[in-house]
């Protein structure tokens, strides 16, 4: 049976709950303060099957101007609008304000419904039509019919039932393909059962017994019972109402606006790229970084728009903005959305979600408008291509491409596999279908290879740099499979050489200056000065080898583990070195302290060698320095000791 979700719109008191309750027999109005006051607050559910066998499930919203959200919340994601006037009082503001929304939220169809003709003269109603002709002209209503009813006597009906039955049939039904999401409108607990939230399924499917996930909160849980309009089913699809009960989350800990998904596909956001439609009658020109409601789905969220094209946005302009929102929602790309005023409550704008994962931008940027530019008029097949090339050194995921395309995930991946067929991109990884964009590797390929040039311009005597190293080197995404594929890939093509844990350019030769045996001479002098070491300077001098060869050697020992570089031009022999420390421990454990003159004395050397010393010791966190004496760090007799 084909579903279709009609939602009511208009202005409050014109009848749209008596309207529904006409068609199906059913007060939606249930709660106390709704039944005392005589108006909605709620949104409100009912159900029929039409003439020709589609099932009309419907959205009772409020129209109270207090109440404009829960409205949003409601009509977002429906397929037919009932815009309902009541005959003996026209148009009003909500009326035009729901109509605004129904506009900016992209609702396909509808009809318009002139409710109350019982109260009013015949010959009014011509004007009323009128009045109806000129609000709904350059709207989606424009051609749509218009109906005059009376949910008192019943007048016209059957014939209103009839055109909801015809422009039903015109609406396409959706595929349940897609990854499922369910925006919660309603959450109670059920006797017996437990937590219970209803919602229309935007797409996808659900199944009994599934696990599910809430979001943003991340919460996981089971779908133990499921029911579309008021019966069992199996499995909900897209398109329809359902009620979902959750074994697992509390009641307490979801709320309406939060996002019903599988595990693992969908992730909520807080920073949006967007396309805003700025209404002709907002009251003044919006202004960069001002601070408005943005409503999505069924959630709402402060957001700061800052404008990406322009000083500010003129009343009726559009431009390319990017959402800065208080707290995370799920937006995902084409979803449509509306902007109210936060100090004045009125709706004043919307547009369409162009991407939800986004960086932040710079502003006036050509190649960020460029962009934005074909999320909007391209394809969704150019959208995901420009995701997968700006995708960065670490590529990027197959979930993570399904959150920024409005695309099905066979078709997603179809497209990644013509890519690499191409040799557009590479398979990082086959199992979670992450990919890199040929370029993003040619950047990572220039990365590693220049790196590991440095290197052997530094240590000239090194053979190479180890795996592990040279991983640490590039950047922190790059994971483990990426870089694997990037080593074997170099060393087949013989850029590099693996030899002995050692990675190195395959044009790095050794370098041969120690054929004069420096490397034992310094070695040797460095292990005779003891705690009062030569310079590469002084050995230099000495020996009248050139300064920067003998600089060479000392780092060659240095990374060998032989010498120990305490600071710029001071190095000991690691042997002394050693000596030295055993020799502090020793002395603290003893005497629990040791001041600067006992170290001087300990070391036997002159201040130039021993306050560096005592310092690296600090650093090393060997010592804590207490004012004027050191003590052992780490051990308990310190801990907590006041400096
Ligand atoms: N005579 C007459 N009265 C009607 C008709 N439809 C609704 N009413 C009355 O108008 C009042 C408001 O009707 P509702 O259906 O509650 O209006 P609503 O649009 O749902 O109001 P909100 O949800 O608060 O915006 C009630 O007293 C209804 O009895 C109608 O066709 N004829
Ligand atoms: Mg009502």
Redesign the pocket.
């Known amino acids: 049976m084909k579903h279709v979700i009609l939602g009511?719109a208009?202005?409050?008191?014109?009848?749209?709950?008596?309207?529904?309750?006409?068609l199906t027999g059913v007060d939606t109005?249930r709660l106390k303060e709704?039944k005392e006051?005589?108006?909605?607050?709620e949104l409100g559910f009912a159900f029929l099957d039409l003439p020709s066998r589609i099932r009309l499930g419907i959205i009772?919203?409020?129209?109270?101007e207090k109440?404009v959200k829960h409205m949003v919340a409601g009509v977002w994601g429906i397929d037919l609008v009932a815009l309902?006037i009541?005959a003996d009082e026209g148009v009003m503001p909500?009326t035009r304000e729901h109509l605004d929304i129904c506009r900016l939220l992209r609702v396909k169809k509808g009809l318009v419904v002139l409710?109350?003709?019982?109260?009013l003269d015949r010959e009014l109603l011509e004007l009323i039509k009128e009045e109806v002709a000129e609000i709904v002209q350059d709207t989606f209503l424009k051609n749509a019919p218009i109906l005059a009813?009376?949910?008192?006597?019943g007048e016209g009906i059957p014939q209103l039932l009839s055109a909801i039955d015809l422009l039903s049939q015109e609406i396409k039904g959706r595929s349940s393909e897609g990854l499922f999401r369910l925006p919660i409108d309603r959450v109670f607990t059920m006797k017996g059962f437990g937590t219970v939230v209803t919602g229309t399924m935007i797409s996808g499917s659900l199944s009994l017994g599934e696990t599910i996930q809430v979001l943003p909160s991340g919460l996981e849980g089971k779908v133990r019972n499921l029911q579309v309009y008021g019966r069992s089913v199996e499995k909900a699809v897209a398109g329809e109402r359902a009620a979902v009960n959750l074994q697992g989350v509390e009641t307490s800990a979801i709320e309406r606006g939060d996002v019903l998904t599988r595990p693992n596909t969908l992730s909520s956001t807080q920073l949006i790229d967007a396309y805003l439609e700025y209404l002709p009658d907002a009251p003044r020109p919006l202004k960069h970084r001002t601070k408005q409601r943005f409503h999505v789905g069924t959630t709402l969220a402060n957001a700061s728009i800052f404008l990406l094209d322009r000083e500010s946005l003129a009343p009726g302009e559009s431009g390319f903005v990017q959402l800065r929102l208080e707290r995370p929602v799920v937006a995902l790309p084409q979803d449509r959305f509306v902007i109210r005023g936060s100090s004045a409550i009125q709706t004043i704008g919307g547009g369409v979600i162009l991407d939800g994962h986004p960086d932040k931008h710079r502003r006036f940027s050509s190649s960020v408008i460029a962009d934005l530019s074909l999320l909007k008029d391209g394809t969704s097949e150019q959208a995901l291509r420009q995701h997968i090339h700006h995708s960065g050194m670490g590529g990027i995921t197959l979930e993570d491409l399904l959150n920024r395309v409005e695309m099905l995930p066979n078709d997603v991946q179809s497209i990644i596999r013509q890519m690499e067929g191409k040799g557009d991109l590479l398979f990082i990884d086959p199992e979670k279908l992450k990919v890199i964009a040929k370029e993003q590797y040619q950047v990572l390929r220039g990365t590693a290879l220049a790196e590991l040039g440095e290197f052997h311009q530094r240590f000239p005597m090194k053979s190479g740099l180890s795996k592990e190293e040279l991983r640490t080197k590039l950047p922190p995404e790059v994971d483990v499979k990426l870089f694997q594929i990037l080593i074997s890939k170099l060393i087949q093509s013989k850029e590099i050489v693996l030899e002995k844990d050692k990675l190195r350019l395959s044009g790095h030769q050794v370098s041969s200056v120690d054929e004069k045996g420096l490397a034992k001479r310094v070695e040797a002098a460095v292990l005779k000065g003891g705690l009062q070491p030569p310079s590469p300077k002084e050995l230099s001098e000495e020996w009248s080898e050139s300064e920067g060869e003998v600089r060479a050697i000392f780092e060659h020992l240095v990374h060998e583990g032989v010498l120990v570089r305490i600071k710029s031009e001071i190095y000991f022999h690691r042997a002394s070195f050693e000596n030295l420390k055993e020799q502090l421990v020793a002395y603290l454990k003893s005497h629990q302290e040791i001041t600067t003159p006992q170290f001087k004395e300990m070391t036997k050397a002159s201040r130039k060698y021993a306050i560096p010393l005592i310092e690296y010791f600090d650093q090393i966190k060997l010592t804590l320095r207490l004012g004027e004496k050191r003590v052992l760090r780490g051990t308990s007799q310190n801990a907590g000791k006041k400096v």
Not at 60 to 64: A, E, L, Q, R, W
Not at 115 to 119: A, F, H, M, R, S
């Open positions: 009511t208009g202005h409050i008191d014109h009848g749209k709950t008596s309207l529904v309750k006409a109005d709704e006051r005589g108006i909605t607050i009772d919203v409020p129209g109270h109440f309902v009541a909500q409710t109350k003709i019982d109260l009813v009376s949910s008192v006597t």
